[in-house]
Antibody, heavy 120, light 106 residues
Framework: QVQLQESGPGLVKPSETLSLTCIVS????????WSWIRQAPGKGLEWIGY???????TYNPSLKSRVTISVDTSKNQFSLRLTSVTAADTAVYHC??????????????WGQGTQVTVSS | DIQMTQSPSSLSASVGDRVTITCQAS??????LNWYQQKPGKAPKLLIY???HLQTGVPSRFSGSGSGTDFTFTISSLQPEDIATYYC????????FGQGTRLEIK
């Protein structure tokens, strides 16, 4: 049973970089697709992007210029970097995995989510 | 971008009722549509994939149908534990989520 756990600072200052890590247990990170998805307060779900088992990435065009998702297979974890954050980036950030499809877009495993607030 | 329009945005129903949520895509997405359930304070849970396939372990009272631009999600007999927000998600072109449908017990 795959389990995902996010970690990272809960508070980030405006214009700085948000960095989060998702540790994957119960499965190899080298086999599937891994995404970051966020949910602003009272809002719906917004996909940020994914990293594949091969290390290739695909990002939401609306965030592409500020996002980097990378994978560390030695630690079985993947990471999110979001630069130049503003209050609009305040959200609960979930990591999620696609272990079922070949697209990377079917999320059958999710982390519980971590709250990130952007404020000075 | 493909826009996903869910309706209603919220609904109230009684235990045992049949509940239907619709999701309309702004263009043909074939059957590249998933449905998720999110309970308050929890991560979303995959219920239906590829429009009509029930995820392993999900109760059979949940079902999905449709193709092209119009999709339906149904709970055949509403249970108290089904109180949640439901999201559709297309993945024909990148991916986008619907805005969600909040389901409450009447």
């Amino acid at each position: 049973q795959v389990q995902l756990q996010e970690s990272g600072p809960g508070l980030v200052k405006p214009s700085e970089t948000l960095s989060l890590t998702c540790i994957v247990s119960g499965g190899s990170i080298s086999d599937y697709y891994w995404s970051w998805i966020r949910q602003a307060p009272g809002k719906g779900l917004e996909w940020i992007g994914y990293v594949s088992f091969s290390g290739s990435t695909t990002y939401n065009p609306s965030l592409k210029s500020r996002v980097t998702i990378s994978v560390d297979t030695s630690k079985n974890q993947f990471s999110l970097r979001l630069t130049s954050v503003t209050a609009a980036d305040t959200a609960v950030y979930h990591c999620a995995g696609d272990t079922m499809s070949s697209t990377g877009y079917l999320f059958d495993y999710w982390g519980q989510g971590t709250q990130v607030t952007v404020s000075s | 971008d493909i826009q996903m329009t869910q309706s209603p945005s919220s609904l109230s129903a009684s235990v045992g009722d049949r509940v239907t949520i619709t999701c309309q895509a702004s263009q043909d997405i074939s059957n590249y549509l998933n449905w998720y359930q999110q309970k308050p304070g929890k991560a979303p849970k995959l219920l239906i994939y590829d429009a009509s396939h029930l995820q392993t372990g999900v109760p059979s009272r949940f079902s999905g149908s449709g193709s092209g631009t119009d999709f339906t999600f149904t709970i055949s007999s509403l249970q108290p534990e089904d109180i949640a927000t439901y999201y559709c998600q297309q993945y024909d072109v990148l991916l986008t989520f619907g805005q969600g449908t909040r389901l409450e017990i009447k």
